[in-house]
């Protein structure tokens, strides 16, 4: 593999004309009298968000101060069955002592029950790269005596600043084998990973193929667990059902039956057809944006997104290096059934956190078995993007878990 | 009510500017090796397609063409708790005796519009001697085509009836007939209960959406469609309903559920919207040799469509939500069905047993879900053999024009 190349994102200047002509020419719809949010992203939102991103949005600020604060990377990677790719991702390693390997892997989809006891169907969530940038300084410069990491986070071949998959089939298990096959690369033998939303599907299986000898713990926020077989897996059946659910649990498990019937559109259209909905999401900036800012909005707590905010992550949607159409391939290419997703078990140290606004919530009755769960934190605030919206929260997570006295400190020999 | 009122499509150059500023802007994707048809429509089709709008397609001609085909019309109609909405139709009368008036609900579910009518008007209208006429009124659904699109929330199928109704009421046809494909077909199911048998006197339907017999309430009639054996036919039809359901929903789901967002990208990107369209133009018909031509007519409309392509999408918002009401709709009157193999869904023949008054059910081994456009002759000919001279529906309007 060839050496680590730094980065740095520099859209042309071609790309940001481009964009702009086509601002300029968008074509809004009306709206029905007192839509609200019933019918999808308000106008209203949507007209403000376009002035803006026509107007006063710099995106050449935002592409310095990205460039400034996550040290980026990009390096080929081999995958079985599909050729090199070139893979960007941001790497910071901490000063301080006892720091250990963290490979933190991005939203882009995780699986949700459908129902309980169902299929699992595929969600995903319009993250990327950017989702590291607030944890960054928070685990690898934490205060004296805190758990410090060396952090990499991958960018998905697909996403952000990555290449494309070229041939049909790149699916979760290629993911996790990217990044296991980066972290290999950059010398660490021995790392933890922590991945929410499409990470958390492919953290497990990084943990699952390449723990105990390389992964030595899994970190998730987004909690998937298969439903229990009344038949093949009795007990765990039997206890789910006679186990009474927290008013957390039942309040997620609502929400996730809402996800279900009016969240989920976005997700049969990309699980079905990407490339049909690629077309627009590739054409038109106020499509794409109508589109991820649905999702920012009802799958946050409360965020309170600035407008700029918005446009960054929207942008890096736009001028990523394969378009954003290759994002949504991951959806068709995931439809793997449960069965298949059962067969990674994961034996090493396990830590689960729980987020009153994730799309979605399994009750702890069926999780237990997902992993050695070693911790397990119920937090009262917080949604989807964790990582962006409570970073002190999930961090907190990260310490307790890792840090002195913590149940999986020392799994990782920290060398460095 | 206002008088009748001659429509012209007549598109303004600026629009026709814009479209080709946008089409040249046009940023296509990349798409996987030996994608196929798997992922979405192909690259290279959208590419071509695209190419022709933006250089040889003629939307001067099409449209001279359409306007010298079709009399359109504008009329208001009022809706219950909607306001006065201006709808745009389609009305020509024919010279034949004995022809009876034929409403005309085309699809709506994308991607349909008031075109569906062009070739089985001429069929309908002038047919030859001997044959079943009908004065035919091919009504533009608010939010398609040129009529104006709703502004409340809240305007489903059962609002769309009311106006097929209205409209028909308002042209003088106290008696009258109805055909419905698509979502014309829930629609029309709508217009034959509501107002029938008074003034709707009969519903034929390409769409045939049935409800399997209740085990319990309907005991003997679950007992007898368990035993029965499908035919070649239902067999192959219910496995394509099948793949529908797994595959080709995702625009339903979308739509079902944010048409406002998904709405963001199909009035501003041609690019999307024709992709969006074309690929059930493709995935719905009997390999219709579409050429780029037609479809890219069929996308225009959609296009230059008078409130722009987003509000077509909310009536399958509108009609999710009022699903359950739905059922309350049984029809009285005499009913037909043709069943083509190519639709989307199908039922099996043991279910129509209890669904209303099926005076005709015609198997077809040719046809898709837009059987108006793919096989004209097939569709005009069911609703010849239903209502012409000896036909089991003969005579349910009475004549006078």
């Known amino acids: 593999m060839t050496a680590e190349t730094p980065f740095t994102i520099a859209i042309s200047d071609s790309e940001l004309e481009l964009l702009q002509r086509k601002l300029e ?3 809004l719809p009306d709206e029905l009298e007192d839509a609200g949010w019933d019918y999808g992203v308000p106008l209203a939102d949507v007209r403000r968000l376009v002035d803006h991103w026509k107007g006063s949005y710099d995106w050449r600020k935002a592409e310095a101060e990205l460039n400034a604060e996550l040290p980026q990377f990009t390096r080929d990677i081999e995958v079985d069955e599909h050729g090199t790719l070139n893979v960007h991702y941001v790497h910071k390693k901490s000063d301080a002592s006892g720091a250990i390997p963290l490979l933190f892997v991005h939203g882009c989809k995780c699986r949700a029950l459908e129902e309980i006891c169902n299929k699992l169907t595929l969600v995903t969530g319009p993250g990327s790269f950017i989702e590291v940038r607030k944890i960054l300084p928070m685990l690898t410069a934490p205060p004296e005596d805190t758990q410090a990491f060396h952090v990499v986070a991958v960018g998905l071949p697909g996403y952000g600043f990555s290449e494309a998959p070229h041939k049909k089939g790149f699916g979760p298990i290629q993911m996790a084998e990217v990044g296991h096959k980066l972290m290999l690369a950059l010398g660490y033998d021995q790392y933890v990973a922590q991945g929410g939303d499409w990470g958390s599907i492919i953290t497990r299986i990084i943990a699952a193929k390449y723990g105990p000898t390389h992964v030595k713990a899994w970190h998730t926020n987004m909690i998937i667990p298969g439903p229990p077989h009344p038949i093949r897996d009795p007990l765990r059946f039997l206890r789910f059902m006679v186990t009474p659910l927290s008013n957390a649990e039942r309040r997620g498990m609502a929400r996730g039956l809402e996800f279900r019937k009016i969240g989920m559109g976005y997700l049969m259209e990309q699980a079905t057809k990407p490339q049909t909905i690629g077309y627009s999401l590739a054409d038109s900036p106020v499509g794409l944006l109508s589109w991820i800012y649905e999702k920012l909005v009802a799958w946050t707590d409360n965020y309170p997104w600035t407008d700029d905010e918005v446009l960054t992550w929207v942008s890096i949607y736009w001028f990523s290096r394969a378009g954003p159409t290759s ?7 995931n439809r793997v059934s449960t069965k298949e997703l059962e067969k990674y078990n994961v034996r090493v140290h396990t830590g689960f956190s729980y987020f009153p606004q994730e799309l979605f919530r399994a009750p702890k009755a069926l999780t237990r078995n997902l992993g050695k769960v070693v911790q397990d934190t119920e937090h009262e605030k917080g949604g989807h993007f964790a990582a962006w919206e409570v970073p002190e929260l ?21 060398k460095m």
């Open 327 to 333: 994002a949504g391939r991951l959806y068709y290419e």
């Open 25 to 27: 020419l968008t074509g």
């Open 394 to 414: 999930l961090v907190g997570d990260l310490r307790k878990m890792f840090g002195k006295g913590g149940p999986a400190h020392g799994v990782v020999q920290a």
